[in-house]
Nanobody, 127 residues
Framework: QVRLIESGGGLVQAGGSLGLSCAIS????????MGWFRQAPGKERELVAA????????NYADSVKGRFAISRDNAENTVYLQMNSLKPEDTAIYYC????????????????????WGQGTQVTVYS
């Protein structure tokens, strides 16, 4: 059974940084495209960043480009999301997701494309 375990959320002042981690167990990270999503109260779940199996093909939401960075370490079975210059509108529950795919450069962009989800971690940015 594949499990995704997020860590690293918390409370941070606007302009600060946080790093999130997502560890996969019961599976091999290199077989999955990975994504970070977020969901704020009353809003739909949205893609923040995603990375293909290759690790070199990336996709970011326009709202986080230049501030967030997704990366993966297949040897450690972990995906990361580094968040800089945080804004109050970044406040949300952040979810890690995995899509088992045979395509090395494919990036899934919508929630229904993903097979597995973590439990979520809260990120709160105050001004």
């Amino acid at each position: 059974q594949v499990r995704l375990i997020e860590s690293g959320g918390g409370l941070v002042q606007a302009g600060g940084s946080l790093g999130l981690s997502c560890a996969i167990s019961g599976g091999t990270l290199g077989l999955y495209a990975m994504g970070w999503f977020r969901q704020a109260p009353g809003k739909e779940r949205e893609l923040v960043a995603a990375v293909a199996r290759s690790g070199t093909k990336l996709n970011y939401a326009d709202s986080v480009k230049g501030r967030f960075a997704i990366s993966r370490d297949n040897a450690e079975n972990t995906v990361y999301l580094q968040m800089n210059s945080l804004k109050p509108e970044d406040t949300a529950i952040y979810y890690c997701a995995a899509d088992r795919t045979t395509y090395y450069t494919y990036i899934p962009n919508i929630p229904s494309d993903y097979d597995y989800w973590g439990q979520g971690t809260q990120v709160t940015v105050y001004s």
